[in-house]
């Protein structure tokens, strides 16, 4: 069974940094990614990356100011968040799929979810 914890969240002012990280027990096949849900809204797809090495494209909301990495060998994912934004803030869930499909972007392509961590963007 993969189990996922995030940590890294916090209180940060508009125009910081933060990084989060995503522990992963057990193999994952298949893609990791990272969501997010801010308060009354629904889930949404940030970025994700394969097995095989490559990300997928951002949301359009964080393309240029946050980037995914993944580290297979120790089983780590990572969204390192740059020029933060009050919109920003939410609950950020890390993802992973079991590579029974290809796709991506839905939350229903992930098999397991973390708990997730709150990242608050002060203006």
């Known amino acids: 069974q993969v189990q996922l914890v995030e940590s890294g969240g916090g209180l940060v002012q508009a125009g910081g940094s933060l990084r989060l990280s995503c522990a992963a027990s057990?193999?994952?096949?298949?893609?990791m990614a990272w969501f997010r849900q801010a308060p009354g809204k629904e889930r949404d797809f940030v970025a994700a990356f394969s097995r095989g090495g490559y990300t997928t494209p951002y949301a359009d909301s964080v393309k240029g100011r946050f980037t995914i990495s993944r580290d297979n060998a120790k089983n780590t994912l990572r969204l390192q968040m740059n020029s933060l934004k009050p919109e920003d803030t939410a609950v950020y869930y890390c993802?992973?799929?079991?590579?029974?499909?290809?796709?991506?972007?839905?939350?229903?392509?992930?098999?397991?979810w973390g708990r997730g961590t709150q990242v608050t963007v002060s203006s």
């Open positions: 057990g193999r994952i096949s298949g893609y």
């Open positions: 993802a992973a799929s079991s590579g029974r499909g290809t796709g991506y972007l839905s939350g229903n392509n992930y098999d397991y």
